[in-house]
């Protein structure tokens, strides 16, 4: 079921998208923006993207990692905007760019975004996430450019313990062509076995190029894609099993997200 923003203020809607959330590990909301709103972000952020893609290294807004094993820590608190061209080292993830802060980016060329940007870190959203944990507050954000990435990651958590992360769609992704986010439902309620898992994976398959946290303990064919339209967005638990599904047929999309933790 996908909500609508508009409803939230209506108290059974807000209460029902808050079991789902629980229930199922994610939740989906469209109308967050208005066409012109959303004109506006796009406009932006189809900007930013083509910054990005360019590899100018003389940019003084946009600073660039070929490195897959720059650390996450770095990237996140960085006080510029981080452009990621991952894949270099990896077995996976080619064609996908991953631009962390891209809020100073945004205050630089269009500060108009940030206002806009705000209606996904506070009010209604940030009540839906803490009525799950109240620990929770607005983090780092990123854009993720994924460009016929036929490759990805596998299926895995980002973690045990809960958090959570937004995803805005800044392109249609209703077809299984652009490789859409998919979540396996309600596995962020398997602690025990989740935790298990990692724990294996980290004895026995941790030296050999994979992931503690990949979801050996379940298959990549059940994901199940959550399909957005352009401005529809995702909330997820990130402790649920996830992961992109294969693109094909030079399928893209573009992506804005903000995190949600302790």
Known sequence: MIYSFA???????????VKSFKDFGYVLIKDVFDES??????????????????????????????????????????????????????????????????????????PECLELFARLRSGMILDLIQAVNSDAYPKNNNLYIHQNVENPRCAHIDSLRDYFKLFMAFSDQTELSCGPFGVIPKTHSSKVKNYFMCQL???????KGGNITDATFYKNQKLSPLFLDRGSIALCNQSIVHGALPAFNNGSRLTFVQTFDR
């Open 201 to 207: 994976n980290k004895r026995f398959f941790g030296f």
């Open 37 to 110: 709103e959303l004109e506006i972000l796009c406009a932006a952020t189809t900007k930013l993207e083509e910054e990005a893609l360019s590899k100018n290294l003389n940019n003084p807004l946009l600073k660039h990692s070929f490195n897959d094993d720059v650390k996450y820590e770095y990237l996140a608190n960085s006080l510029h905007s981080e452009v990621l061209h991952r894949g270099n080292d990896q077995n996976y993830d080619q064609g996908m760019t991953d631009i962390f802060n891209p809020s100073y980016w945004y205050a630089r060329h269009f």
């Open 7 to 17: 409803t939230f203020h209506e108290k059974v809607v807000f209460q029902d998208a």
